[in-house]
């Protein structure tokens, strides 16, 4: 048996956010990234509905990117106070993903993160709340999804939580708050969400249910993201529609190895930090070379889909080309080693990132098995810009 679960509502479209005031109930805590919500107007925006509303609300505010355990811990424990009947995350994925995680230990205090860890074997939620996810980045698309990862930094260890548990009740998709992304984060969220898309279509998970999803999103990144980038509010708008179509997909036919990849390079580097979404856009031309000895003929109907013509592997030669061409056009380099990675540390940890992203959890759906051996090739290909033919 199959399950597919997505939030009970989605509310879309400019000043979409104004439906908080037809909230039921009596107490609202608000989770909050950095202050952008606050400095932009949103929070004053949702803090008047909610008033009129007649619900109660506390704010929960500074979840630093990458949220930590302690952030978690210290959330749920407010919350626990406070005793809230809904929780509302608005930001970037950091806040939504921490409130996620801290509606758990709100819910049941006595858990760990050892016992959530396991995918899909949460405590059944929403015995005190409710969670609403309003998302002002275009691209995790965590306002729709069944994840959230958290991070031990006492360990270095990062939790990728996942279970329908944690899928929002509502998300509120007003795209008036991605109007204010700056545009590498618009260029980098964008390449997130169409790397999601493509990964959930080729996903050993994919079903009839993800596929018009996921197709969906993909036809609508390749027609608005340059505009978006270049500052088209018009595109932004239809961005942050496709993200979160692209979310609906992966949230239940899951993803793949460009995402394995990504989570395990991401801080691997002593040079800094690689955005993930920057990540994915650099490894998937390399990862679809890899696969589609496997998924060729999805990924020539994704090719088709987006107008290309040719044989199965010609679609999926100009499918690359097509992403290669985006990424230039979005300022985003095509290896490792322009991204500024040093040869030396590239060549000193490969084997160690390798086996840890064979390791990844978004390995066990990707269409194509990969070896740790493989996987190190196939890193040297993005490091080198090397052609993938094994
Ligand atoms: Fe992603």
């Not at 989605?10 to 608000?30: P, R, S, T, W």
């Not at 929070?43 to 952030?71: F, G, M, Q, R």
């Not at 079903?207 to 999103?217: G, V």
Request: proline letters at 5%.
């Amino acid at each position: 048996m199959m399950r597919f679960t997505l939030p009970r509502d989605m509310y879309y479209g400019k000043g979409a956010l104004e439906q908080l005031k037809n909230l039921k109930g009596k107490k609202a805590v608000i989770v909050l990234g950095g202050g952008s919500m606050k400095r932009f107007g949103f929070l004053d925006k949702v803090l008047a509905y909610l008033k009129e509303a007649s619900i109660e609300t506390k704010l929960i505010e500074n979840v630093e990117p990458d949220p930590s355990v302690e952030t978690v811990m210290k959330g749920a424990q407010i919350m626990r106070e406070f005793e809230p009947d809904w929780i509302i995350s608005m930001g970037g994925g950091s806040p939504i993903d921490a409130a996620k995680a801290m509606w758990v230990f709100y819910e049941y205090p006595d858990t760990s993160f050892e016992e959530i860890i396991k995918p899909f074997s949460f405590p059944e939620l929403r015995q005190k709340a409710k969670f609403i996810a309003i998302p002002s980045t275009s691209g995790t698309a965590t306002e729709v999804t069944a994840f959230s990862v958290i991070t031990d930094y006492s360990t270095g260890v990062k939790y990728p939580l996942a279970d329908f548990n944690i899928t929002p009740d509502i998300a509120i998709v007003d795209p008036e708050l991605a109007e204010t992304m700056p545009k590498t984060l618009t260029a980098h969220t964008g390449m997130d969400a169409l790397t999601h898309a493509i990964e959930a279509y080729v996903s050993t998970l994919n079903s009839p249910f993800t596929d018009p999803l996921a197709l969906k999103a993909i036809n609508m990144v390749f027609e608005y993201l340059i505009d978006s980038y270049n500052g088209d509010m018009n595109a932004r708008e239809q961005m942050h529609y496709a993200q979160c179509l692209a979310g609906q997909a992966f949230s239940n036919a899951l993803l793949g190895i460009v995402h394995s990849m990504a989570h395990k390079t991401g801080a691997a580097f002593s040079t800094g930090h690689i955005p993930h979404g920057c990540a994915n856009a650099i490894y998937l031309p390399y990862v679809i070379k890899y696969n589609a000895k496997s998924a060729q003929n999805r990924y020539a109907d994704i090719a088709r889909s987006v107008g290309i013509t040719g044989n199965d592997n010609e679609c999926v030669d100009k499918l690359c080309s097509k992403i290669d061409e985006y990424n230039k056009a979005l300022s985003i380099p095509k290896t490792l080693k322009e991204f500024g990675i040093l040869e030396d540390e590239f060549k000193q940890k490969v084997d160690k990132i390798a086996e840890l992203a064979v390791g990844d959890a978004c390995t066990g759906s990707n269409p194509r098995e990969i070896t740790p051996i493989e996987m190190k090739k196939l890193f040297e290909c993005v490091y080198y810009g090397k052609e993938v033919d094994f």
